[in-house]
């Protein structure tokens, strides 16, 4: 039988997906409000932490609410339930619903955001348009006495080395013969002063985070037998670690830029906005960029990545006017609600597997309430008397 987890063991099940350190650093992830020991049995996927989406929550019994936008991005000085937000958090809280926050670190993780929407168009060969960079490694060599140097394995991969992914403790050693003469003011452990003495010793080597480098180097001094152990440490190269923001890769075939921005109207949830698009709707385009959100930052980067189209959000008459007036990439702008809520079913997907194979079960709800700002739009040309086939208005 199943068991029943908490908020923290949900919690940690979707830090593993989207590790918390991932998330850029102007971002607020994580829980916000809830009892971490509270059970959980529904969990609610929703973009935005707003009255409705948590009155929906409430509704369907959910424990948690999982939300991709923070609740309070830039901090806050009062949940006051008479604002907006603290209404929010004073509801939720009544209900005995905790809430919790992945952004910028869904945004970038395998499987996340990016992911989900590159996912809908199928794309291949791909790979993050802002890469980030792996965790910094080193590698640790040190010279020991054959018989010390489980004991001195073992001190280091307490104190974190010798971890590569799923498996820990891993090391290399060599056998060897290592010579040295002690000092006058030495006190060798093995040989005496001011003679020569050889040792077999074993070359052990294992990698570590750079940022454990000083405890580890502080657990060979505490085991290796030696007074002086002979060591070294070396800085690995840095290279991407597969994850990053936003992606950008190849559509099966090649298609016209009009085919492409009806199918993503197809492929997303429909909004009042719509999908706009910029460009010669009869040019054929093979390599899409894709960032979930407020994408206009990256336009240089998706040029600069050989782009034929970029699907966005939110993108402003300046940065989009100037970026057309450069050439491809042609533009899809879709709502930022729209072109983000294609994770949730994802995530609450595996969510669930996650749970299971913990031993847990939990039921996920994905939220379809449209908290896209904007409720209707009016006098748009959309026809073709209106626009040529560079979609320049007549």
């Not at 013969?177 to 005496?192: H, K, S, V």
């Not at 040792?199 to 750079?210: A, F, W, Y």
């Not at 300046?318 to 050439?327: I, V």
């Not at 729209?338 to 994770?343: F, G, I, V």
């Amino acid at each position: 039988m199943a068991s029943t987890l908490t908020v923290a063991d949900v919690v940690g099940l979707l830090e593993q997906r989207y590790p918390p350190g991932t998330a850029e650093g102007w971002d607020a992830v994580g829980l916000v409000a809830g009892d971490p020991e509270a059970p959980v049995r529904t969990v609610v996927f929703a973009v935005d932490p707003v009255q409705d989406v948590a009155a929906e929550a409430i509704a369907a019994g959910a424990d948690l609410l999982v939300t991709h936008h923070p609740l309070y991005l830039r901090g806050t000085s009062t949940v006051s339930a008479a604002t907006p937000k603290g209404r929010v958090v004073h509801d939720l809280i009544r209900a005995g619903c905790a809430l919790y926050t992945a952004h910028t670190n869904a945004d970038s993780a395998a499987g996340g955001v990016a992911d989900a929407l590159a996912d809908l168009l199928e794309l291949t060969d791909r790979q993050p348009l802002t890469p980030h960079d792996a965790a910094a490694l080193d590698t640790l060599t040190v010279f020991v006495p054959q018989d010390h140097t489980t004991a001195v394995l073992d001190a280091l991969a307490d104190a974190g080395a010798g971890a590569i992914g799923e498996y820990d403790r891993c090391a290399f050693s060599a056998p060897g013969q290592g010579t040295f003469r002690a000092g006058d003011a030495a006190n060798p452990t093995i040989g005496e002063r001011g003679r020569v003495t050889e040792v077999v010793e074993d070359r052990l080597e294992m990698t570590l985070p750079r940022h454990r480098r000083t405890a580890v180097v502080a657990a060979l001094r505490a085991s290796h037998p030696y007074e002086e152990p002979a060591f070294s440490v070396v800085e690995h190269a840095t290279h991407p670690a597969g994850t990053g923001i936003g992606r950008i890769g190849t559509l099966p075939e090649p298609t016209t830029l009009r085919t492409l921005a009806e199918r993503v109207a197809a492929v997303l949830p429909a909004t009042a906005q719509g999908i706009r698009v910029a460009g010669d709707l009869d040019a054929h385009v093979r390599t899409v960029a894709v960032c979930g959100g407020s994408g206009d930052s990256l336009l240089g980067t998706v040029r600069a990545r050989g782009a034929d189209v970029y699907l966005t959000a939110d993108l402003r008459h300046h940065p989009a006017s100037e970026a057309l007036e450069a050439g491809p990439p042609y533009l899809i702008d879709a709502t930022h609600w729209a072109s983000e809520w294609p994770w949730l079913p994802v995530a609450a997907a595996r969510l669930e597997e996650d749970a299971r194979e913990a031993g847990g079960a939990v039921r996920t709800v994905v939220s379809t309430l449209v908290t896209d700002p904007w409720t209707l739009r009016l006098g748009a040309p959309d026809n073709d008397s209106t626009h040529d086939n560079k979609g320049v208005a007549q």
